[in-house]
C-alpha cells in the first residue's frame, strides 16, 4: 500500500514483470464490472507522450476513464502529474510489446516514439512497438470486442509523388532506409488493424497524424517546431536543414484532439484510414522566420544538408474528415506558435 500524489494506492505486478499497475482504492475502482456509475473506461497507449497526454485531458473533461498505459521511454510524467488526484485517472506503466491484460471499453493507441531522434536510437525497438504492440492491443479489443483507434502517422506516404495526399494514395517509401523502422512499422500496424477488422469485424478507426505541435512537445525530440522554439528561445542558431523550401503542414494539439475524439465516436461503418491534419502548408523557412519574429529572438539562421528520405512536401487532403465529420482545425498556425511559445519559455525558465 502506498500513495500517489494523496492518493491510497496499492502496486500490482500484473502478471509480468513488464507491469506495474497502480490502483486507486476508495474513490477509483478497478474492473469493468466495479464501473459502478457507467463511466467509459478509456485505454490510452503511449497516454503520458504529447499527443496521448492531451488526449487523457479530453477524455476525462468528457467524463470517461482514462487509463494511462506508458512505458515512459519517451513520455514523461511531467505531463500527466496534474491529473494524478483525478480519481479517474490511473497509470499502468508496461509495454505493450508485451500482452496486457485489463478490462475497459475503447482504446487509443499511440504508443510508439515518433521523432526521428527518439525512433531512430533503438530502430528494431521502434517497429517492435508498432508491430507487437498492435498485435498485443488488437488481441485485447478483440477479447474484450471493443472498438479500437490506431495512430497511424502521414510518413506512411514517404516522400509523397502525389501532393496534397488523399488517403487513397499509396506512398514512396523507401523500405531499407533509416526511417524506415516508423515508416514501414506503421505501415504493417495499419495492414494489421485492417486485416482484424475484415477477419474478426473488428471495430477500428486508423488516423493518419500529421505534424502536430503545441505545449508538451519534448524539448529535444528534433521535431522542427520545438527545435526551432528552443533554438530561438536561448538565442542560439536556428538550424534548417537543406534550404528551407520543403513544405509542411502544422496541426494544433486541440485540433488533432478534437478529431481523433469524433473520429473515435463515428458510426462503426467508417474505419478509415483519415487523414489528421491541417491544410495550411508553409516552407521551413516561413515557419523559421515567424517563430523569429514572435520570440523577438536575436537567432540567425543556419543551413545544414538535408537528412536522407527527408519528404520534400507534406500536406493532408483533409475531404474525408469534412465530409464525414464536420471537422476541419481552427487554430491558425501563428496562435498555436504562441501557446507553444509560452510553454517552451516557461519550461526553459523552470
Same mark, same amino acid.
Given at each position: 500500500?502506498?500513495?500517489?500524489?494523496?492518493?491510497?494506492?496499492?502496486?500490482?505486478?500484473?502478471?509480468?514483470?513488464?507491469?506495474?499497475?497502480? !490502483?486507486?482504492?476508495?474513490?477509483?475502482?478497478?474492473?469493468?464490472? /466495479?464501473? =459502478? !456509475?457507467?463511466?467509459?473506461?478509456?485505454?490510452?497507449? &503511449?497516454?503520458?507522450? %504529447?499527443?496521448?497526454?492531451?488526449? /487523457?485531458?479530453?477524455?476525462?473533461?468528457?467524463?470517461?476513464?482514462?487509463?494511462?498505459?506508458?512505458?515512459?521511454?519517451?513520455?514523461?510524467?511531467?505531463?500527466?502529474?496534474?491529473?494524478?488526484?483525478?480519481?479517474?485517472?490511473?497509470?499502468?506503466?508496461?509495454?505493450?510489446?508485451?500482452?496486457?491484460?485489463?478490462?475497459?471499453?475503447?482504446?487509443?493507441?499511440?504508443?510508439?516514439?515518433?521523432?526521428? $531522434?527518439?525512433?531512430?536510437?533503438?530502430?528494431?525497438?521502434?517497429?517492435?512497438?508498432?508491430?507487437?504492440?498492435?498485435?498485443?492491443?488488437?488481441?485485447?479489443?478483440?477479447?474484450?470486442?471493443?472498438?479500437?483507434?490506431?495512430?497511424?502517422?502521414?510518413? $506512411?506516404?514517404?516522400?509523397?509523388?502525389?501532393?496534397?495526399?488523399?488517403?487513397?494514395?499509396?506512398?514512396? $517509401?523507401?523500405?531499407?532506409?533509416?526511417?524506415?523502422?516508423?515508416?514501414?512499422?506503421?505501415? /504493417?500496424?495499419?495492414?494489421?488493424?485492417?486485416?482484424?477488422?475484415?477477419?474478426? &469485424?473488428? !471495430?477500428? !478507426?486508423?488516423?493518419?497524424?500529421?505534424?502536430?505541435?503545441?505545449?508538451?512537445?519534448?524539448?529535444? @525530440? &528534433?521535431?522542427?517546431?520545438?527545435?526551432?522554439?528552443?533554438?530561438?528561445?536561448?538565442?542560439?542558431?536556428?538550424?534548417?536543414?537543406?534550404?528551407?523550401?520543403?513544405?509542411?503542414?502544422? /496541426?494544433? =494539439?486541440?485540433?488533432?484532439?478534437?478529431?481523433? $475524439?469524433?473520429?473515435? @465516436?463515428? @458510426? @462503426?461503418? %467508417?474505419?478509415?484510414?483519415?487523414?489528421?491534419?491541417?491544410?495550411?502548408?508553409?516552407?521551413?523557412?516561413?515557419?523559421?522566420?515567424?517563430?523569429?519574429?514572435?520570440? &523577438?529572438?536575436?537567432?540567425?539562421?543556419?543551413?545544414?544538408?538535408?537528412?536522407?528520405?527527408?519528404?520534400?512536401?507534406?500536406?493532408?487532403?483533409?475531404?474525408?474528415?469534412?465530409?464525414?465529420?464536420?471537422?476541419?482545425?481552427?487554430?491558425?498556425?501563428?496562435?498555436?506558435?504562441?501557446?507553444? =511559445?509560452?510553454?517552451?519559455?516557461?519550461?526553459?525558465?523552470?
Amino acid at each position: 500500500m502506498g500513495k500517489v500524489h494523496g492518493l491510497n494506492t496499492e502496486g500490482l505486478w500484473n502478471g509480468s514483470r513488464h507491469t506495474l499497475q497502480y !490502483k486507486i482504492i476508495g474513490n477509483g475502482l478497478m474492473g469493468k464490472n /466495479c464501473n =459502478i !456509475k457507467g463511466r467509459q473506461r478509456v485505454l490510452i497507449s &503511449g497516454g503520458a507522450g %504529447f499527443i496521448g497526454s492531451h488526449l /487523457c485531458d479530453r477524455l476525462l473533461t468528457d467524463g470517461k476513464e482514462a487509463i494511462c498505459v506508458d512505458n515512459f521511454y519517451t513520455g514523461n510524467k511531467e505531463n500527466i502529474i496534474h491529473l494524478m488526484d483525478n480519481p479517474y485517472f490511473e497509470i499502468i506503466r508496461h509495454d505493450i510489446t508485451f500482452p496486457l491484460y485489463v478490462e475497459v471499453d475503447q482504446i487509443y493507441n499511440l504508443a510508439c516514439p515518433a521523432s526521428p $531522434v527518439h525512433y531512430q536510437y533503438d530502430p528494431v525497438q521502434t517497429t517492435k512497438t508498432s508491430v507487437h504492440g498492435a498485435i498485443n492491443m488488437l488481441g485485447l479489443a478483440k477479447r474484450l470486442r471493443i472498438k479500437i483507434f490506431q495512430a497511424s502517422t502521414s510518413e $506512411v506516404y514517404g516522400d509523397p509523388e502525389v501532393h496534397p495526399q488523399p488517403e487513397s494514395y499509396w506512398g514512396n $517509401v523507401n523500405p531499407i532506409g533509416k526511417r524506415s523502422c516508423y515508416d514501414e512499422g506503421k505501415r /504493417c500496424a495499419e495492414t494489421l488493424f485492417f486485416d482484424y477488422h475484415r477477419q474478426h &469485424g473488428l !471495430k477500428i !478507426k486508423v488516423a493518419r497524424i500529421f505534424n502536430t505541435y503545441g505545449p508538451r512537445m519534448h524539448p529535444n @525530440d &528534433g521535431r522542427v517546431v520545438s527545435n526551432f522554439i528552443v533554438q530561438a528561445l536561448l538565442n542560439r542558431p536556428i538550424t534548417i536543414y537543406g534550404d528551407g523550401s520543403q513544405t509542411r503542414s502544422f /496541426c494544433y =494539439i486541440d485540433d488533432l484532439v478534437d478529431l481523433m $475524439v469524433r473520429f473515435m @465516436d463515428s @458510426d @462503426d461503418s %467508417f474505419p478509415g484510414p483519415l487523414n489528421a491534419g491541417n491544410p495550411a502548408e508553409f516552407t521551413i523557412l516561413e515557419l523559421a522566420e515567424m517563430v523569429l519574429e514572435l520570440t &523577438g529572438s536575436r537567432s540567425e539562421i543556419i543551413f545544414k544538408p538535408l537528412p536522407s528520405d527527408d519528404p520534400r512536401r507534406r500536406k493532408p487532403d483533409i475531404t474525408l474528415a469534412k465530409d464525414h465529420l464536420g471537422w476541419e482545425p481552427v487554430t491558425p498556425l501563428e496562435d498555436g506558435l504562441r501557446k507553444t =511559445i509560452d510553454y517552451f519559455d516557461d519550461y526553459l525558465r523552470q
